[in-house]
């Protein structure tokens, strides 16, 4: 049975945040889990983009991310899409939060543009204040 949630969430995004930001971290699928009571194999479908979490999931793993729900909610190509972050969120999640926004950008080029940003962030930051 198809959870209805998987019409609403981009499991994609929050694959792709998830492992981002457990290699950021040096986590590895197990250590996630523990953390946030999401088994192993659930991450590692969601990672792969091959799971469907149910909302109990979403809520912990966004609020593992410290990420706003919405930044994985699929958007009606006619909406325009809000730039939703909290002010505590690094540097390079909001600057990716305004380029998937762009509707001048294809969503690869955004992601594209994300990750070149994050490179050079980190490049250039003085220690500590990533």
Same mark, same amino acid.
């Given at each position: 049975?198809?959870?209805?949630?998987?019409?609403?969430?981009?499991?994609?995004?929050?694959?792709?945040?998830?492992?981002?930001?457990?290699?950021?971290?040096?986590?590895?699928?197990?250590?996630?889990?523990?953390?946030?009571?999401?088994?192993?194999?659930?991450?590692?479908?969601?990672?792969?983009?091959?799971?469907?979490?149910?909302?109990?999931?979403?809520?912990?793993? &966004?609020?593992?991310?410290?990420?706003?729900?919405? +930044? =994985?909610?699929? /958007? #009606?190509? *006619?909406?325009?899409?809000?730039?939703?972050?909290?002010?505590?969120?690094?540097?390079?999640?909001?600057?990716?939060?305004?380029?998937?926004?762009?509707?001048?950008?294809?969503?690869? &080029?955004?992601?594209?543009?994300?990750?070149?940003? +994050? =490179?050079?962030? /980190? #490049?250039? *930051?003085?220690?500590?204040?990533?």
């Amino acid at each position: 049975m198809a959870d209805k949630n998987e019409n609403f969430i981009n499991t994609v995004e929050l694959g792709r945040a998830i492992k981002r930001r457990r290699e950021e971290l040096g986590l590895s699928l197990r250590d996630v889990a523990d953390v946030t009571n999401v088994s192993a194999s659930t991450l590692s479908r969601i990672e792969n983009g091959t799971g469907k979490p149910d909302a109990d999931n979403i809520a912990r793993l &966004t609020g593992w991310l410290d990420m706003p729900i919405d +930044r =994985v909610m699929n /958007k #009606q190509a *006619s909406e325009v899409e809000p730039v939703i972050y909290y002010p505590h969120e690094a540097m390079p999640e909001i600057v990716e939060a305004h380029l998937r926004a762009d509707k001048k950008l294809t969503p690869e &080029t955004a992601r594209a543009l994300s990750e070149l940003f +994050r =490179v050079a962030y /980190k #490049q250039f *930051s003085k220690p500590g204040e990533e």
